[in-house]
């Protein structure tokens, strides 16, 4: 009853359901990668030794080595923190909204969105971790019974419910990750030659054969993963915001930042699965399941979301205007718009709000190199939002005795360049070692377009 | 599996469906049908029913009350600090750390609950009917002495699409 023509068919070249198994698992059936594979590995992975040893260096020297300083206390890692998390909350966002929404395209591209997630949640806890100056103690921001008192932690704070937030967030999208590649590691076990192969995925497939009562139960748990992971979704990045707005800083302390960082995060989430799924396609050949017209229709919604971007901008410096608050003026208009800051302002403007409006055109959609820089523009113009929120509030404070500059040392720019060495070995592994669609849930929409088959009677689907 | 079973494989879910239903309006019940991907007719034509989203809802409820209980516990109870003038007892700001650990529970609950219903764990041995059931075929297994004398009328079913095994 939920079958539409307008969508048309979501996969191309009329495949039985034995060969789209094959054509996804053929990545990982093969006996080598290519060699494009190892060569990209061996430079993500130096990125990612290089950022352990900027990692090494702030543990063993400290916080001094950043460029933060005592009015700009949070740079570079809030910063990459935020932005790595923004990225890492469109994965579950796709999934959930999009099921939700009963968004039958949303199977060809899902599993990538959620593998994003997961290394991108990771790379992102530990900036944070680091920033606390003494990684080590880290544990003392758990509610445990303890020999300090035993004094329990601040939960009026808005730094311990982002604890909390996070932690819960990697679990969460880690373990719905998992359960949606159960049924799928079941097909490569039944299907691969290797023995080692099949006692492997025979492992993580935890025994799954497929029969009517594990489906039965499959069904009611991504029902309840679902509704569950959608309050989750927008709870995570309003928390993460309130790290900002409950302060009383210029420029953070207002209503629209919750909404405002939970539209961000899923824009440039959603920009990053985009140039996934692009890179998925260049170098997999996935365009007969991966479509122009999934590209299209994110593309679409990232027209939307830009326009939302745009409308927090300029609201936000109206209402720097309208409050008639001599600070939040100050900041917005001699800081941001004209200052200093200027041209991080003008890249986060035009890179979010403007440059994705090409989206309207639908040369621009069709155009897949086009879309993937237009995607990573969106990734960089995120970035400069996130630095424009941190820094420019820091820098002038109500006290001009207070207001510094600041800039990145060598140490926090390896930092950054080490979790995007650990977010590209991630994603490597992940097209190597696991089935980059949802096998399962795509067999179940590949006669999307003619529902019965063209025969017999019809069936309900959903 | 020491007991002889009678298999229907289909190639896709409309023949699947078919003979299913065809099969149930003999009387009989297939053991288990075993299909890439979940198909509504077969989930409810099992008569099976899951109570996962009720035992979701129930872990939820205790964990809420129980994590509001905590923080009060804590902040208010056994080691009240002053932060900032607020009220030990600062309720609102409790029920962030309430709502995203409640999310927590009820996942990490519930996911037990599955590996433990479903009996979906690490380390399981797959008991495997057919090898393609979890790759292209759509298969449903029968127990022969519950076929009785129908048994020529259900192979004749399966046969109209599909094939014995």
Known sequence: MYNSKVRGKLIEGDKSLGQISQEILAPIHRKKPPLWWYAALLVSLSMFGFGLYAKYITVSTGIGTWGVNNSIAWGWAIINFVWWIGIGHAGTAFSIFLLILRQKWRTAINRAAEAMTVVAVFCASLFPLLHMGRPWLFFWIFPYPNTRGPLWVNFNSPLFWDFVAISAYLLISASFWYFGMVPDFATIRDTAKSKIKKAVYGFFSFGWTGSSKEWLRFEGLSFVLGGIAAVLVVSVHSIVSTDFAVSVKPGWHTTIFPPYFVVGAIFSGFAMVLTLVITMRGLYKMNDFITDSHVDAVCRILIFISLIMGTAYITEIFMAWYSANDYEFALFFKTRLFGEYAFQFWAMFIANAVIPQLFWFKGVRRRMWIVFIISIIINIGMWFERFNIVVTSLSRDYLPSAWASYSPTWVEIAFFTGTIGMFITGVLLFFRYIPMIAISELKSVAKFDKPNNGQLKSSSHE | ?165
Do not use: C, Q
Not at chain 2, 24 to 31: D, E, L, N, W
Not at chain 2, 53 to 66: E, I, Q, R, S
Not at chain 2, 83 to 104: D, R
Not at chain 2, 122 to 139: L, N, Q, S, Y
């Open chain 2, 1 to 165: 599996m020491s007991k002889e079973y009678i298999l229907g494989v289909f190639n896709d879910e409309a023949t699947l469906v078919d003979a299913f239903e065809k099969i149930k309006a003999k009387g009989i019940m297939p053991v288990e049908v075993f299909t890439p991907y979940p198909i509504h007719e077969i989930l409810e034509g099992m008569g099976k029913k899951t109570r996962i989203t009720h035992a979701a809802f129930f872990y939820g409820l205790f964990a809420a009350v129980g994590i509001l209980s905590f923080l009060t516990y804590a902040a208010v109870i056994d080691w009240p600090l002053h932060y900032g003038g607020k009220p030990f007892n600062a309720f609102p700001s409790f029920i962030v750390v309430t709502i995203v650990a409640t999310i927590l529970s009820i996942t990490l609950l519930t996911l037990f609950t599955f590996s433990a219903r479903a009996k979906i764990f690490p380390g399981k041995k797959a008991e495997i009917f057919h090898e393609r059931a979890t790759d292209d075929k759509f298969v449903i297994v029968l127990d022969p002495e519950s076929l009785g004398a129908d048994s020529k009328a259900v192979e004749e079913i399966i046969r109209e699409h599909g094939e014995v095994e």
